[in-house]
């Protein structure tokens, strides 16, 4: 088992930023995908960025493109979502995930099957 706790979440105006922590502990070694999702209420779930830790490669949704940056430190099994220029349309509840990839060093949405808590992300215009 893997377990995933997030922090860092807020309420922010549009045009701010903010930094999303995800610790993992437990079976990490299992896990080489991690990643942020997103949902909004009446909305579904959506992959927000993913990192492979095995190398770095990244994945970024197109609506956050350019302004977010997700990165880890592998030695304290943590990933960093820090989100700039945030947008009305970021608020949602953000979930931390782990996995690992099924194919090569891409994280695919299917490859997750760890999720934290979440944390609750507004961002008022």
């Known amino acids: 088992q893997v377990q995933l706790v997030e922090s860092g979440g807020g309420s922010v105006q549009a045009g701010g930023s903010l930094r999303l922590s995800c610790a993992a502990s437990g079976y990490t070694y299992s896990t080489n995908c991690m990643g942020w999702f997103r949902q909004a209420p009446g909305k579904e779930r959506e992959g927000v960025a993913a990192?492979?830790?095995?190398?770095?490669?990244?994945y970024f949704a197109d609506s956050v493109k350019g302004r977010f940056i997700i990165s880890r430190d592998n030695a304290k099994n943590t990933v960093f979502l820090q989100m700039f220029s945030l947008r009305p349309e970021d608020t949602a509840m953000y979930y931390c995930?782990?996995?690992?990839?099924?194919?090569?060093?891409?994280?695919?949405?299917?490859?997750?099957?760890?999720w934290g808590q979440g944390t609750q992300v507004t961002v008022s215009s």
């Open positions: 990192i492979y830790t095995g190398g770095g490669t990244t």
């Open positions: 995930a782990a996995g690992a990839a099924s194919m090569g060093a891409f994280c695919y949405p299917e490859d997750f099957g760890y």
